[in-house]
């Protein structure tokens, strides 16, 4: 079981660097749209299963009797060892972050950019009673786009795929329930 717990933390810290590889290369980021994104999400999730599918295995498999389990040197392992899941989806999509948080930072400056330079424009012809044109088109739609950003996700994954993380940290702790149920009401 620890093998194939190495195996996998192997495999996930290799492809988090090819990840972090081709995130370094110049690319165009829509920060609203982060469709292209979501396969690294799934790719993060589908490590995180490996590893709460290692811990199962363990906790199903492993000689733990009913000592164990209230010995609290097997909940200072187990407690760890339960979010390590949490740990390695989170760490897998942090260079993806990285660059969905850059871009939206990139655009909210420029859009705020255009909005300092766009507000006294405006002001200026109210002012002088002048017609300001497209003006007040413009700098609502900049604001509705400032506002878009600043609420724009920069995290890779839908609800889908955090929900099913956060069944699948529960797995360990209800197998664990679940088998001292049996040892002490079934047997």
Same mark, same amino acid.
């Given at each position: 079981?620890? $093998?194939?717990? &190495?195996?996998? &933390?192997?495999?996930?810290?290799? &492809? ?7 995130? /370094?290369?110049?690319?165009?980021? @829509?920060?609203? @749209? /982060? ?10 999730? *589908? ?36 979010? =390590?899941?949490?740990? %390695? ?10 660059? =969905?948080? *850059? &871009?939206?930072? /990139?655009?909210?400056?420029? %859009?705020?950019?255009? =909005? ?15 017609? #300001? $044109? ?10 509705? !786009? ?6 724009? #996700?920069?995290?890779? !994954? ?6 099913? =993380?956060? %069944? #699948?940290?529960?797995?360990? #702790? %209800? ?9 002490? !009401?079934?047997?």
């Amino acid at each position: 079981m620890l $093998g194939l717990l &190495a195996w996998t &933390a192997f495999g996930s810290i290799s &492809a988090t660097r090819v990840t972090n590889a081709m995130l /370094r290369l110049p690319m165009r980021v @829509d920060p609203l @749209d /982060r469709k292209p994104f979501e396969p690294i999400g799934r790719w993060s999730l *589908a490590i995180a299963l490996a590893f709460v599918g290692g811990i199962f295995l363990g906790l199903v498999l492993g000689s733990y009797g009913t000592a164990a389990l209230l010995n609290p040197r097997f909940w200072l392992l187990f407690l760890p060892l339960s979010l =390590l899941p949490v740990v %390695v989806f989170y760490l897998n999509m942090r260079p993806t972050h990285r660059v =969905l948080s *850059a &871009a939206r930072d /990139r655009a909210l400056g420029e %859009v705020q950019r255009e =909005l300092r330079r766009a507000f006294p424009a405006l002001v200026e012809h109210m002012q002088r009673g002048e017609p #300001s $044109g497209n003006l007040p088109f413009e700098v609502n739609a900049l604001v509705a !786009y400032e506002k878009e950003l600043d609420q724009a #996700s920069t995290w890779p !994954y839908n609800p889908v795929i955090l929900r099913t =993380l956060v %069944v #699948s940290v529960l797995i360990p #702790s %209800v197998t664990l329930l679940a088998r001292r149920v049996f040892e002490v !009401y079934i047997r």
